[in-house]
């Protein structure tokens, strides 16, 4: 039987497993599944990455998928379970002006410039192109929809003013939105994860997510990089898999180019599904964030738990 409630365990899980496959992943995005078995073998372990001649990222380093989630979750934090574009976005700001830089895409940097001359979020618009970094701003806003009383349209909400942060295609929002729904399955339904994927598929309004969802998928992930494919192949391994490392080194080592987004994904639902208990010791002692996570994750847990009302905080103003 699923929890009686969300867990510290499980979110710390989420953040943890976000930042775990992000980091397994950052080495190796943009290669091929094939470039990735001839060059490293089987992704078992964090692994260095040389931007030039004269740097080389260390082992364990996280990417913007983390940074950007810990911008969010320090803001909702500090702001009672509010989202408050204009305070993240001077988060993101900050970041952007640090060496995080060099993670982010144009888009992105384009538009962390365009919020901040429109009040924290870029316009709206019609647009079809999907960044796959933006989707795992889904994962904090899932964590905000799994206490107290459930609205779709409220999540969407939440979904649509993190993704506009940055960007802001309808598609984009959609699909954060699946990302949202998806994170919110993996810490409620932890112990039933079969129902992971057809909840999601009823969510959903976009066709395209909803059609790889309604496919058996049992016999295999697609290798795709599209947006699409990297929510529903995450969804399947981190449902699937026995152990939480099952799930997050066989989505890394798929390759395909965005395997930090991709790894990131599953790890956080991995992680919500099995915690942070069920994280190998090895994985989070070598992850450069670990001390931060650790400390970020009780504080969102409890004030998301503060908001709705299922503790009271006695301590004088």
Do not use: K
């Not at 976009?206 to 309604?214: E, V």
């Not at 295999?220 to 494919?229: K, P, V």
């Not at 929510?231 to 399947?236: D, E, G, M, W």
């Not at 390759?255 to 099995?274: I, K, N, Q």
């Amino acid at each position: 039987m699923p929890p009686a409630r969300p867990t510290e365990n499980q979110f710390l899980g989420v953040l943890l497993g976000l930042a775990i496959g992000d980091a397994l992943g950052m080495p190796v995005a943009g290669a091929s599944a094939a470039d990735i078995a001839a060059h490293h073998g089987v992704i078992d372990r964090y692994l260095p990455r040389r931007i030039d001649d004269d740097e080389e990222i260390a082992a364990g380093e996280i990417t913007d998928e983390t940074e950007t989630t810990l911008c969010i979750v320090e803001s909702l934090t500090t702001n009672d379970g509010l989202v408050d574009p204009a305070n993240i976005g001077a988060r993101l700001s900050f970041l952007a002006a640090t060496e995080s830089r060099r993670w982010m895409s144009q888009e992105t940097l384009d538009g962390i410039a365009a919020a901040a001359d429109h009040g924290g979020l870029v316009s709206a618009s019609d647009g079809t192109e999907v960044d796959v970094t933006a989707l795992i701003r889904g994962v904090p806003t899932g964590l905000l929809h799994v206490f107290g009383a459930y609205d779709a349209a409220t999540l969407r909400q939440d979904a649509t003013s993190l993704t506009r942060l940055t960007h802001g295609g309808r598609r984009q929002a959609e699909l954060t939105a699946a990302v949202a729904m998806v994170t919110r399955m993996a810490v409620l339904d932890a112990a039933t994860p079969e129902s992971w994927m057809r909840s999601v598929r009823d969510f959903t309004d976009d066709a395209d997510l909803a059609r790889l969802l309604a496919d058996d998928r049992q016999s295999g992930m697609d290798r795709g990089t599209e947006a699409e494919s990297i929510i529903a192949n995450s969804l399947q391994a981190a449902a699937s898999a026995a152990r939480f490392e099952d799930a997050v080194f066989a989505m890394v080592a798929q390759g395909g180019g965005a395997a930090d987004s991709a790894g990131a994904l599953t790890g956080a639902l991995a992680g919500g599904r099995f915690g942070a208990s069920g994280i190998p010791q090895g994985l989070i002692d070598g992850l450069g964030a670990r001390i931060y996570l650790s400390l970020a994750a009780p504080w969102f847990y409890r004030t998301m738990r503060r908001r709705a009302g299922t503790v009271i905080d006695l301590r004088p103003l």
